[in-house]
Protein backbone atom coordinates (compact mmCIF):
# COMPACT_ATOMS: atom_id res chain seq x y z
CA UNK A 1 0.00 0.00 0.00
CA UNK A 2 1.16 3.42 -0.70
CA UNK A 3 1.88 6.34 1.42
CA UNK A 4 -0.84 8.48 -0.29
CA UNK A 5 -3.36 5.20 0.26
CA UNK A 6 -2.78 4.78 3.65
CA UNK A 7 -3.53 8.30 4.27
CA UNK A 8 -6.60 8.25 2.89
CA UNK A 9 -7.58 5.10 4.87
CA UNK A 10 -6.49 7.12 7.88
CA UNK A 11 -8.56 9.97 6.72
CA UNK A 12 -11.31 8.03 6.19
CA UNK A 13 -11.67 6.41 9.49
CA UNK A 14 -10.95 10.24 11.36
CA UNK A 15 -14.21 11.07 9.00
CA UNK A 16 -16.10 7.85 9.44
CA UNK A 17 -19.33 7.62 11.78
CA UNK A 18 -18.50 6.32 15.75
CA UNK A 19 -18.75 2.49 16.26
CA UNK A 20 -21.92 1.80 18.25
CA UNK A 21 -21.24 -0.29 19.97
CA UNK A 22 -17.96 1.33 21.46
CA UNK A 23 -20.49 4.75 22.37
CA UNK A 24 -22.92 2.39 24.43
CA UNK A 25 -20.30 0.74 26.24
CA UNK A 26 -18.74 4.29 27.19
CA UNK A 27 -22.45 5.40 28.07
CA UNK A 28 -22.99 2.27 30.22
CA UNK A 29 -19.50 3.05 32.21
CA UNK A 30 -20.61 6.60 33.38
CA UNK A 31 -24.34 5.19 34.12
CA UNK A 32 -22.95 2.96 36.71
CA UNK A 33 -20.11 5.78 37.60
CA UNK A 34 -23.28 7.57 38.06
CA UNK A 35 -24.76 5.36 40.37
CA UNK A 36 -24.13 4.61 44.28
CA UNK A 37 -24.21 0.77 44.36
CA UNK A 38 -24.71 -1.98 41.76
CA UNK A 39 -27.69 -2.11 39.56
CA UNK A 40 -29.17 -4.28 36.97
CA UNK A 41 -28.59 -4.90 33.03
CA UNK A 42 -32.62 -4.05 32.82
CA UNK A 43 -32.45 -0.98 34.91
CA UNK A 44 -29.00 0.14 33.04
CA UNK A 45 -30.87 -0.68 29.48
CA UNK A 46 -34.10 1.12 30.45
CA UNK A 47 -31.80 4.24 31.86
CA UNK A 48 -30.16 4.52 28.94
CA UNK A 49 -32.36 3.70 26.15
CA UNK A 50 -30.78 0.84 24.63
CA UNK A 51 -31.90 -2.87 23.52
CA UNK A 52 -31.98 -5.14 26.36
CA UNK A 53 -29.57 -7.75 24.82
CA UNK A 54 -27.57 -5.57 23.60
CA UNK A 55 -26.76 -3.77 27.29
CA UNK A 56 -26.28 -7.39 28.26
CA UNK A 57 -24.12 -8.90 26.18
CA UNK A 58 -22.24 -5.48 26.10
CA UNK A 59 -22.55 -5.44 30.35
CA UNK A 60 -20.77 -9.05 30.13
CA UNK A 61 -17.79 -8.23 28.07
CA UNK A 62 -17.41 -5.86 30.33
CA UNK A 63 -17.04 -8.30 32.92
CA UNK A 64 -14.65 -10.13 30.89
CA UNK A 65 -12.07 -7.23 31.00
CA UNK A 66 -12.61 -6.34 34.42
CA UNK A 67 -13.93 -3.27 33.58
CA UNK A 68 -16.91 -3.92 35.01
CA UNK A 69 -17.79 -6.43 38.54
CA UNK A 70 -21.02 -8.63 38.35
CA UNK A 71 -22.21 -9.23 42.11
CA UNK A 72 -24.21 -12.56 41.92
CA UNK A 73 -26.32 -12.19 44.73
CA UNK A 74 -28.20 -9.18 43.47
CA UNK A 75 -27.53 -10.15 39.38
CA UNK A 76 -26.30 -6.11 38.98
CA UNK A 77 -23.13 -4.64 37.98
CA UNK A 78 -20.64 -2.01 39.62
CA UNK A 79 -17.03 -0.39 38.31
CA UNK A 80 -14.66 -3.00 38.65
CA UNK A 81 -10.74 -2.26 39.39
CA UNK A 82 -9.63 -2.62 35.97
CA UNK A 83 -10.67 0.54 35.90
CA UNK A 84 -9.08 1.70 38.53
CA UNK A 85 -5.72 0.36 36.65
CA UNK A 86 -6.31 2.17 33.67
CA UNK A 87 -7.47 5.57 35.54
CA UNK A 88 -4.10 5.09 37.08
CA UNK A 89 -2.04 4.10 33.74
CA UNK A 90 -3.59 7.77 32.42
CA UNK A 91 -2.75 9.58 35.17
CA UNK A 92 0.91 8.01 34.60
CA UNK A 93 0.96 8.95 30.99
CA UNK A 94 0.37 12.57 31.30
CA UNK A 95 2.58 13.21 34.31
CA UNK A 96 -0.14 13.66 36.83
CA UNK A 97 1.53 10.84 39.14
CA UNK A 98 4.92 12.23 38.89
CA UNK A 99 3.54 15.48 39.84
CA UNK A 100 0.57 14.94 42.31
CA UNK A 101 2.38 11.78 44.37
CA UNK A 102 5.99 13.59 45.86
CA UNK A 103 3.20 16.67 46.79
CA UNK A 104 0.95 14.13 48.41
CA UNK A 105 4.19 12.65 50.67
CA UNK A 106 5.34 15.92 51.11
CA UNK A 107 2.10 17.29 52.54
CA UNK A 108 1.83 14.23 54.55
CA UNK A 109 4.54 13.70 56.61
CA UNK A 110 4.74 17.81 57.17
CA UNK A 111 1.49 18.01 58.74
CA UNK A 112 0.85 13.72 59.69
CA UNK A 113 -2.04 13.83 58.49
CA UNK A 114 -3.27 11.09 55.89
CA UNK A 115 -3.49 13.13 52.44
CA UNK A 116 -5.59 12.22 49.32
CA UNK A 117 -6.37 12.89 45.46
CA UNK A 118 -9.59 12.67 44.54
CA UNK A 119 -10.20 12.25 40.88
CA UNK A 120 -13.75 13.77 38.96
CA UNK A 121 -14.86 11.03 36.89
CA UNK A 122 -18.79 12.08 36.08
CA UNK A 123 -20.36 14.96 37.13
CA UNK A 124 -21.50 13.14 40.26
CA UNK A 125 -18.69 10.82 41.22
CA UNK A 126 -15.13 11.12 42.05
CA UNK A 127 -12.66 8.05 42.80
CA UNK A 128 -9.69 7.92 45.14
CA UNK A 129 -6.33 8.07 43.07
CA UNK A 130 -3.77 7.85 44.91
CA UNK A 131 -2.99 8.84 48.68
CA UNK A 132 -0.17 9.10 51.18
CA UNK A 133 -0.14 8.06 54.50
CA UNK A 134 1.48 8.74 58.10
CA UNK A 135 3.70 7.08 61.34
CA UNK A 136 0.65 7.87 63.04
CA UNK A 137 -1.35 5.34 65.76
CA UNK A 138 -4.76 6.46 64.46
CA UNK A 139 -5.01 6.60 60.67
CA UNK A 140 -8.60 6.62 58.57
CA UNK A 141 -7.65 4.32 55.74
CA UNK A 142 -9.47 4.19 52.43
CA UNK A 143 -8.47 2.39 49.50
CA UNK A 144 -7.74 3.36 45.77
CA UNK A 145 -11.01 3.10 43.61
CA UNK A 146 -13.26 4.41 46.40
CA UNK A 147 -15.81 6.57 45.11
CA UNK A 148 -17.99 8.78 46.39
CA UNK A 149 -20.24 11.77 45.57
CA UNK A 150 -18.91 15.08 43.93
CA UNK A 151 -20.32 17.14 46.03
CA UNK A 152 -19.64 15.51 49.39
CA UNK A 153 -17.57 17.31 52.36
CA UNK A 154 -14.64 19.62 51.87
CA UNK A 155 -13.66 18.78 48.00
CA UNK A 156 -17.53 19.02 47.24
CA UNK A 157 -17.02 22.56 48.44
CA UNK A 158 -14.24 23.11 46.10
CA UNK A 159 -15.83 21.32 42.85
CA UNK A 160 -18.99 22.79 42.97
CA UNK A 161 -17.55 26.37 43.18
CA UNK A 162 -15.69 25.77 39.74
CA UNK A 163 -18.24 23.46 38.04
CA UNK A 164 -20.10 25.49 36.64
CA UNK A 165 -23.11 23.66 38.01
CA UNK A 166 -26.66 25.41 38.64
CA UNK A 167 -28.12 26.25 42.05
CA UNK A 168 -30.97 23.29 41.51
CA UNK A 169 -28.28 20.99 39.61
CA UNK A 170 -26.08 21.26 43.37
CA UNK A 171 -29.74 21.10 44.91
CA UNK A 172 -30.54 17.79 44.19
CA UNK A 173 -27.14 16.06 44.27
CA UNK A 174 -26.56 17.95 47.67
CA UNK A 175 -29.95 16.30 48.92
CA UNK A 176 -29.18 12.52 48.03
CA UNK A 177 -25.75 12.72 49.73
CA UNK A 178 -26.14 10.48 53.35
CA UNK A 179 -24.22 12.46 55.73
CA UNK A 180 -23.90 12.51 59.66
CA UNK A 181 -24.10 16.00 59.90
CA UNK A 182 -25.28 17.89 56.37
CA UNK A 183 -25.48 21.46 57.01
CA UNK A 184 -28.72 23.61 54.94
CA UNK A 185 -28.27 23.54 51.68
CA UNK A 186 -28.31 27.70 51.98
CA UNK A 187 -25.15 27.36 54.50
CA UNK A 188 -23.20 24.82 51.65
CA UNK A 189 -24.07 27.49 48.58
CA UNK A 190 -22.18 29.92 50.77
CA UNK A 191 -19.30 27.89 51.84
CA UNK A 192 -18.89 27.00 47.52
CA UNK A 193 -18.54 30.57 47.03
CA UNK A 194 -15.93 31.06 50.09
CA UNK A 195 -14.22 27.98 48.50
CA UNK A 196 -14.49 29.94 45.18
CA UNK A 197 -12.57 32.79 46.79
CA UNK A 198 -10.32 31.37 49.24
CA UNK A 199 -9.19 28.19 46.76
CA UNK A 200 -9.72 25.82 49.37
CA UNK A 201 -12.30 24.45 51.81
CA UNK A 202 -12.83 22.38 54.83
CA UNK A 203 -15.75 20.06 56.48
CA UNK A 204 -15.89 20.17 59.84
CA UNK A 205 -17.94 16.95 60.97
CA UNK A 206 -20.52 17.12 58.44
CA UNK A 207 -19.78 14.23 56.17
CA UNK A 208 -18.59 12.21 58.84
CA UNK A 209 -19.11 13.02 63.06
CA UNK A 210 -15.45 13.30 64.42
CA UNK A 211 -14.04 13.90 60.79
CA UNK A 212 -12.52 16.61 59.23
CA UNK A 213 -11.40 17.39 55.56
CA UNK A 214 -9.47 20.48 54.29
CA UNK A 215 -9.20 20.18 50.49
CA UNK A 216 -7.94 22.49 47.29
CA UNK A 217 -8.93 21.70 43.87
CA UNK A 218 -6.91 21.34 40.59
CA UNK A 219 -8.64 23.03 37.34
CA UNK A 220 -7.87 22.93 34.16
CA UNK A 221 -6.84 25.00 31.53
CA UNK A 222 -10.31 25.96 31.14
CA UNK A 223 -10.91 26.35 34.84
CA UNK A 224 -12.83 23.37 35.20
CA UNK A 225 -11.76 21.08 38.27
CA UNK A 226 -10.88 17.36 37.72
CA UNK A 227 -8.87 16.60 40.65
CA UNK A 228 -8.87 17.62 44.21
CA UNK A 229 -6.28 16.74 47.26
CA UNK A 230 -7.58 16.62 50.39
CA UNK A 231 -6.47 16.20 53.92
CA UNK A 232 -8.47 14.03 56.16
CA UNK A 233 -8.13 13.19 59.90
CA UNK A 234 -9.76 13.04 63.08
CA UNK A 235 -11.67 16.81 64.25
CA UNK A 236 -9.66 16.47 67.69
CA UNK A 237 -6.64 16.91 66.11
CA UNK A 238 -7.48 20.10 64.32
CA UNK A 239 -7.38 23.00 66.01
CA UNK A 240 -8.22 26.44 63.74
CA UNK A 241 -4.86 27.51 63.27
CA UNK A 242 -3.66 24.11 62.00
CA UNK A 243 -6.28 23.97 59.83
CA UNK A 244 -5.62 27.13 58.38
CA UNK A 245 -1.87 26.81 57.60
CA UNK A 246 -2.48 23.70 56.50
CA UNK A 247 -5.54 24.91 54.09
CA UNK A 248 -2.89 27.30 52.82
CA UNK A 249 -0.38 24.91 51.92
CA UNK A 250 -2.68 22.24 50.38
CA UNK A 251 -3.82 25.72 48.04
CA UNK A 252 -0.35 27.02 47.28
CA UNK A 253 0.58 23.02 46.17
CA UNK A 254 -2.57 22.59 43.79
CA UNK A 255 -2.06 26.46 42.12
CA UNK A 256 1.98 24.94 41.41
CA UNK A 257 0.79 21.83 40.00
CA UNK A 258 -2.35 23.39 38.19
CA UNK A 259 0.39 25.95 36.07
CA UNK A 260 3.04 22.71 35.88
CA UNK A 261 -0.06 21.07 34.11
CA UNK A 262 -1.22 23.80 32.21
CA UNK A 263 0.62 22.62 28.75
CA UNK A 264 -0.62 19.19 28.72
CA UNK A 265 -4.02 20.54 29.39
CA UNK A 266 -4.07 22.77 26.25
CA UNK A 267 -2.46 20.01 24.12
CA UNK A 268 -4.86 17.75 24.88
CA UNK A 269 -8.76 17.38 24.14
CA UNK A 270 -11.63 18.44 27.09
CA UNK A 271 -12.36 15.86 29.39
CA UNK A 272 -15.89 14.20 28.69
CA UNK A 273 -17.47 15.86 31.87
CA UNK A 274 -16.24 19.35 30.75
CA UNK A 275 -17.65 18.83 26.99
CA UNK A 276 -21.33 18.16 28.60
CA UNK A 277 -21.15 20.67 30.28
CA UNK A 278 -20.34 23.13 27.43
CA UNK A 279 -23.14 21.52 25.27
Not at 13 to 27: D, R, T
Request: aromatic share 6%.
Amino acid sequence: MHADDRDRDISTLNAGKPVGAVVSALAILRYLASQDGAVSSIQTARALGLNPSTCFNILKTLVAERVVQFEEAGKAYRLGAGLVELAGSALDQVGYTRLIHPELERLAQAWQTPMTAWLRVSDARVMLVDRAETTSTIQIHMRIGHRLPLLVGALGRCMAAHAGFSPDTMKRQYAAIRQDNPPPFEQFLAEVEEARVAGYAVDRDGFTRGVTTVSSPILDAGGTPFLALSAVGLTAQFSDERVAAMAADLRDTTRRIGRQLAGTFRASSPPHHQRENAR
